[in-house]
């Protein structure tokens, strides 16, 4: 049974999670009130909300499960990559646990945590996999060859996906976050009306490009002098529909050059997306592979996906000690070359 606290972003989360999957209490409260003014996340502002929640989250965790915290095995705190202010006060709220409890912490690195979260949600995923992890800040392709094997098999030059879906959503006037907000406008919307790029679409490079995507939308939005409800919502149409293209056909090219890979995955925030979701789900079937995708709250940030990351290295017997540092950055693959214009997001 393992405590898992999540707080590089700005979602507060903790959760308690058994070995044999059982959620067994969890919170996440998301800050979204408290960034919406500035339309994005203020990092100050998120590790001043996390300090404030998260010792009173975890009380209510463990109060609802009916566990003292002398009973839980060990104590996972994400220790990076991101918002480091917010890192910090997760990490530190983790050690603080583990060093009263007397039992092991684990610092788990937030991209293990969307890695191996489809594991928590279906019990029959064996390594190795192939999975398409799509959030925030980051746009992956990995081959998960095992708990704490990872082969990065590409990467974004520029922006990630969910940054894509953010900044274009802001530019839309959709709101914050923009992710959701923009998908939901998609529905209403006509997604051949406007021609958008697909960076690196059929490229024999592995890699990925929002970037001009993203600027094709800030164009096509500046060409409407009064945009309506409709054009807003055909522009974000096409918006989702060319970064849904150019997500596939990188990840098709992967399925080629990762052939031990025995099921396709996706997790990350973005993989909540049902367009992203169905897109893949027919990649999938086109090469005869089951597709798993976690259900929609485990793919946005929570504290069941570190606890459960933290299950899998404490079953490997790969535990921290109080020591472990706060990272900004944390490359999942320490071996993966730098790519061109990457630095930020790799
Ligand atoms: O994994 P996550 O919760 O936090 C990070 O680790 O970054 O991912 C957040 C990202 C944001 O960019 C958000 O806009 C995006 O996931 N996202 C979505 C959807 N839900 C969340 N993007 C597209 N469609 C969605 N339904
Ligand atoms: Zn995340």
Same mark, same amino acid.
């Given at each position: 049974?393992?405590?898992?606290?999540?707080?590089?972003?700005?979602?507060?989360?903790?959760?308690?999670?058994?070995?044999?999957?059982?959620?067994?209490?969890?919170?996440?409260?998301?800050?979204?009130?408290?960034?919406?003014?500035?339309?994005?996340?203020?990092?100050?502002?998120?590790?001043?909300?996390? *300090?404030?929640?998260?010792?009173?989250?975890?009380?209510?965790?463990?109060?609802?499960?009916?566990?003292?915290?002398? &009973?839980? &095995?060990?104590?996972?705190?994400?220790?990076?990559?991101? @918002?480091?202010?917010?890192?910090?006060?997760?990490?530190?709220?983790?050690?603080?646990?583990?060093?009263?409890?007397?039992?092991?912490?684990?610092?788990?690195?937030?991209?293990?945590?969307?890695?191996?979260?489809?594991?928590?949600? &279906?019990?029959?995923?064996?390594? +190795?996999?192939?999975?398409?992890?799509?959030?925030?800040?980051?746009?992956?392709?990995?081959?998960?060859?095992?708990?704490?094997?990872?082969?990065?098999?590409?990467?974004?030059? &520029?922006?990630?996906?969910?940054?894509?879906?953010?900044?274009?959503?802001?530019?839309?006037?959709?709101?914050?976050?923009?992710? +959701?907000?923009?998908?939901?406008?998609?529905?209403?919307?006509?997604?051949?009306?406007?021609?958008?790029?697909?960076?690196?679409?059929?490229?024999?490079?592995?890699?990925?490009?929002?970037?001009?995507?993203?600027?094709?939308?800030?164009? *096509?939005?500046?060409? @409407?002098?009064?945009?309506?409800?409709?054009?807003?919502? /055909?522009?974000?149409?096409?918006?989702?529909?060319?970064?849904? /293209?150019?997500?596939? /056909?990188?990840?098709?090219?992967?399925?080629?050059?990762?052939?031990?890979?025995?099921? @396709?995955?996706?997790?990350?925030?973005?993989?909540?997306?049902? !367009?992203?979701?169905?897109?893949? !789900?027919?990649?999938?079937?086109?090469?005869?592979? +089951?597709?798993?995708? +976690?259900?929609?709250?485990?793919?946005?940030?929570?504290?069941?996906?570190?606890?459960?990351?933290? @299950?899998?290295?404490?079953? *490997?017997?790969?535990?921290?000690?109080?020591? *472990?540092?706060?990272?900004?950055?944390?490359?999942?693959?320490?071996?993966?070359?730098?790519?061109?214009?990457?630095?930020?997001?790799?």
């Amino acid at each position: 049974m393992v405590l898992g606290i999540e707080s590089s972003c700005d979602e507060t989360a903790v959760a308690l999670v058994r070995g044999d999957r059982t959620i067994l209490a969890q919170r996440i409260a998301s800050q979204d009130e408290a960034h919406r003014p500035f339309g994005g996340v203020v990092p100050e502002l998120a590790a001043r909300a996390h *300090a404030d929640r998260l010792a009173p989250m975890v009380e209510a965790v463990l109060q609802e499960a009916g566990v003292a915290l002398s &009973d839980v &095995d060990a104590v996972a705190g994400t220790a990076g990559p991101g @918002l480091i202010g917010g890192v910090m006060v997760g990490l530190v709220t983790a050690k603080a646990l583990a060093f009263a409890a007397g039992k092991p912490l684990i610092a788990v690195n937030h991209l293990e945590g969307h890695a191996l979260s489809p594991r928590l949600a &279906d019990a029959s995923l064996q390594f +190795p996999y192939l999975l398409l992890l799509v959030s925030g800040g980051h746009c992956q392709l990995l081959g998960v060859e095992g708990v704490g094997r990872y082969r990065r098999l590409a990467t974004t030059i &520029d922006d990630a996906v969910g940054e894509a879906f953010d900044k274009s959503a802001k530019l839309l006037g959709l709101g914050f976050p923009g992710g +959701p907000a923009l998908e939901r406008a998609a529905k209403a919307g006509n997604s051949a009306r406007f021609v958008l790029p697909r960076p690196l679409l059929g490229s024999d490079e592995p890699h990925f490009s929002f970037a001009g995507l993203k600027s094709a939308v800030l164009r *096509a939005r500046a060409a @409407l002098a009064e945009p309506t409800e409709q054009d807003i919502a /055909d522009l974000a149409a096409g918006f989702q529909q060319a970064a849904t /293209d150019c997500l596939v /056909d990188r990840t098709a090219r992967a399925i080629d050059t990762f052939p031990e890979g025995t099921a @396709l995955v996706v997790a990350g925030g973005v993989a909540a997306n049902q !367009a992203i979701r169905g897109a893949l !789900a027919d990649l999938a079937a086109a090469n005869g592979l +089951p597709f798993v995708a +976690p259900p929609q709250w485990l793919c946005t940030d929570n504290g069941a996906m570190i606890a459960w990351a933290g @299950l899998e290295r404490f079953a *490997a017997g790969d535990v921290d000690d109080l020591s *472990a540092p706060a990272r900004p950055r944390w490359p999942l693959d320490p071996a993966a070359e730098a790519v061109r214009g990457a630095g930020v997001k790799a």
